[in-house]
């Protein structure tokens, strides 16, 4: 069955997959300017095209990639379609979650964060005892200290008591 193909000039099939390529972009961004991205999900079929499994797949590639520079290019590619086209869904709450939080804290200072504040309508107070819970979790040094990093910009109880004394006794500035 193979042979009765071969008479196809290879750029023929690649130029119809960049066809094909192109035209789940342009229905995804369709899709996305008509029910928003948060509509977007794995399943979405729109106008006969599975645009859901099209983000799924690019997801897939995108984490496999190595470089941060590769990654780019792939960011930039699908730019077109939203910011967060290739990104995982608790990566883009983390990071919605961290500017709200950032939001609140120069609004009305940390002191006011408890336990069940919300904030433009986001669970900041959850959000911060869930990293509490992942930071206790952790076994290995290099990721406390990173996660640490990741939070240098609020203060160091922000990651609980277990944050503290790990800085204390690794001597690590915050």
């Known amino acids: 069955m193979i042979k009765k193909y071969l008479y196809i000039h290879k750029d023929y099939l690649t130029n119809t997959l960049e066809i094909i390529k192109e035209d789940k ?6 899709f996305v300017n008509a029910y928003g991205y948060e509509a977007l999900k794995h399943n979405t079929c729109h106008k006969k095209l599975n645009i859901g499994d099209f983000r799924a797949r690019n ?19 699908y730019d077109d379609i939203h910011k967060d086209f290739l990104l995982e869904g608790q990566e883009v709450r983390d990071r919605d979650n961290l ?11 940390y002191e006011m964060l408890e336990s069940k504040t919300t904030y433009n309508n986001k669970g900041i107070g959850e959000f911060r005892a869930t990293k509490r819970k992942k930071f206790k979790a952790l076994k290995c040094d290099m990721l406390k ?19 503290v004394r790990f800085t204390e006794n690794n001597q690590i500035e915050n």
């Open 145 to 163: 200290a990173q996660l640490i990093e990741e939070f240098s910009m609020l203060p160091i109880s922000f990651l609980g008591e277990a944050a």
């Open 99 to 109: 500017i709200t939080l950032l939001d609140f804290v120069e609004a009305n200072g």
């Open 25 to 30: 972009i342009n229905k995804t961004i369709e």
């Open 59 to 77: 997801r897939a590639l995108y984490k496999k990639l190595e470089t941060e520079k590769e990654k780019e290019e792939m960011r930039k590619e």
